[in-house]
T-cell receptor
Framework: AQSVTQLDSQVPVFEEAPVELRCNYS??????LFWYVQYPNQGLQLLLK??????LVKGINGFEAEFNKSQTSFHLRKPSVHISDTAEYFC?????????????FGQGTELSVKP | GAGVSQSPSNKVTEKGKDVELRCDPI?????LYWYRQSLGQGLEFLIY????????KSGLPSDRFSAERTGGSVSTLTIQRTQQEDSAVYLC??????????????FGSGTRLTVV
């Protein structure tokens, strides 16, 4: 089975500052990794995903994440945040063998960007 | 349709009543998933459909919960004899199997269920 731990439930940050949202996973098999964003009163939207290849993955809105297999981590970063990045961010994992594509999600990190 | 549509967007029901939540996936998406998002919790997997069959219903919390999908399209999640702990946002997602799981999901906006 797989599990995901998002180490921070809330991250407050000032506008134009860098931010890192931490995600660690546990799995006995190879996995695919995802970050989703949920803006207030909206559904979840895919930010980026790691399937294979380069461990540095770039997504929408200037976000990027780095897959670190030895540390079983997939931290999300942005060099300079905007007010509009205020949202909840979810890390998710799916096992390679799971052809149904079931995603296991972390508890979420609430990013609050202040002016 | 252009996206995943869920109805109703909000539902308030009395404890003990039955409720039905509807999900209309993106046309052609063969995989459909239901998740539950409770206050302060992550997303909890409920059930997965491939076409009209449900190969994985391991996340349904009790036998009060059931789901079906017809015509490989619309899905209904039914909660019988609702309890206050059922209050949550119920999210539906669809995915085009065949492109592989790397495609990710497209989520609907959810149904906010409040049991009073």
């Amino acid at each position: 089975a797989q599990s995901v731990t998002q180490l921070d439930s809330q991250v407050p940050v000032f506008e134009e500052a860098p931010v890192e949202l931490r995600c660690n996973y546990s799995s006995s098999v190879s996995v695919y990794l995802f970050w989703y964003v949920q803006y207030p009163n909206q559904g979840l939207q895919l930010l980026l995903k790691y399937l294979s290849g380069s461990t540095l993955v770039k997504g929408i809105n200037g976000f990027e994440a780095e897959f670190n297999k030895s540390q079983t981590s997939f931290h999300l970063r942005k060099p300079s945040v905007h007010i509009s990045d205020t949202a909840e961010y979810f890390c998710a994992v799916s096992a390679h063998y799971n052809q149904g594509g079931k995603l296991i999600f972390g508890q979420g990190t609430e990013l609050s960007v202040k002016p | 349709g252009a996206g995943v549509s869920q109805s109703p967007s909000n539902k308030v029901t009395e404890k003990g009543k039955d409720v039905e939540l509807r999900c209309d996936p993106i046309s052609g998406h063969t995989a459909l998933y239901w998740y539950r998002q409770s206050l302060g919790q992550g997303l909890e997997f409920l059930i997965y459909f491939q076409g009209n069959s449900a190969p994985d219903k391991s996340g349904l919390p009790s036998d009060r919960f059931s789901a079906e999908r017809t015509g490989g399209s619309v899905s209904t999640l039914t909660i019988q004899r609702t309890q206050q702990e059922d209050s949550a946002v119920y999210l539906c997602a669809s995915s085009p199997i065949g492109q592989g799981i790397g495609y990710g999901y497209t989520f609907g906006s959810g149904t906010r269920l409040t049991v009073v």
